[in-house]
């Protein structure tokens, strides 16, 4: 049972760039979520997903969009890559508590 | 509006101790669920324990307990016995109902070292 799956695990971007960072889940969860951690902080949610079709904006949302096609899958998109976008990327997934989350991908803009 | 609050950017503990790691929430909500999380110095982020806002008793887990005070919104963490092992970051989580939209937020953490 792989969990939740996030892709890929580091990735350079150069400033303007655009990338997707996949997420993907096997256990059938209605819920989604993308966080991002930067250095020594919290986890801020980014965008948050309770069903496929419907996503909604957490508490960072710009300079992001996502979209939530099947269950599975929760893509998350930088369209035009900034330095202050350079962090950690947490993709999450539950149903019933607690959350479970993927290993994260660390994304550096330069 | 900051609706999780952890105070204490650090902790230093002795091993064999016990440890409280403090959280307040806020919400309006009236069905809201609690969490902690710790995060290693390798970066997964393990659930510890959780606490839903109609549960009557306090949460339990091994050698984690959560003091859940919902009068004062507060939300600690009690790590009895401390090994070093429990040195980490340690979050603070809330997921909100129907009227938060079912979204769940973190605190800013508190960094645990535990001292032979």
């Known amino acids: 049972n792989a969990g939740v799956t996030q892709t890929p695990k580091f990735r350079i971007l150069k400033i303007g760039q655009s990338m997707t960072l996949q997420c993907t889940q096997d256990?059938?969860?209605?819920?989604m979520y993308w966080y991002r951690q930067d250095p020594g902080m919290g986890l801020k949610l980014i965008y948050y997903?309770?069903?496929?079709?419907?996503?909604d904006k957490g508490e960072v949302p710009n300079g992001y969009n996502v979209s939530r096609s099947t269950t599975e899958d929760f893509p998350l998109r930088l369209e035009l890559a900034a330095p202050s976008q350079t962090s950690v990327y947490f993709c999450?997934?539950?149903?019933?508590?607690?959350?479970?989350f993927g290993d994260g991908t660390r994304l550096s803009i330069l | 509006a900051q609706k999780i609050t952890q105070t204490q950017p650090g902790m230093f503990v002795q091993e064999k101790e016990a440890v409280t790691l403090d959280c307040t929430y806020d919400?309006?909500?009236?069905?809201?669920?609690l969490f902690w999380y710790k995060q290693p110095s390798s970066g997964e982020m393990i659930f510890l324990i959780y606490?839903?806002?109609?549960?009557?008793q306090n949460a339990t887990e091994g050698r984690y307990s959560l003091n859940f005070q919902k009068a004062r919104k507060s939300a600690n963490l009690v790590i009895s016995a401390s090994q070093l092992g429990d040195s980490a970051m340690y979050f603070c989580?809330?997921?909100?109902?129907?009227?938060?939209?079912?979204?769940?937020?973190f605190g800013a953490g508190t960094r645990l070292f535990v001292k032979a």
């Open positions: 999450a997934s539950k149903d019933n508590q607690p959350q479970h």
């Open positions: 919400t309006s909500d009236p069905s809201y669920g």
């Open positions: 997903s309770v069903g496929a079709g419907i996503t």
């Open positions: 989580a809330m997921r909100e109902g129907a009227t938060g939209g079912f979204k769940t937020i």
């Open positions: 256990m059938n969860h209605n819920y």
């Open positions: 606490q839903g806002s109609y549960d009557q």
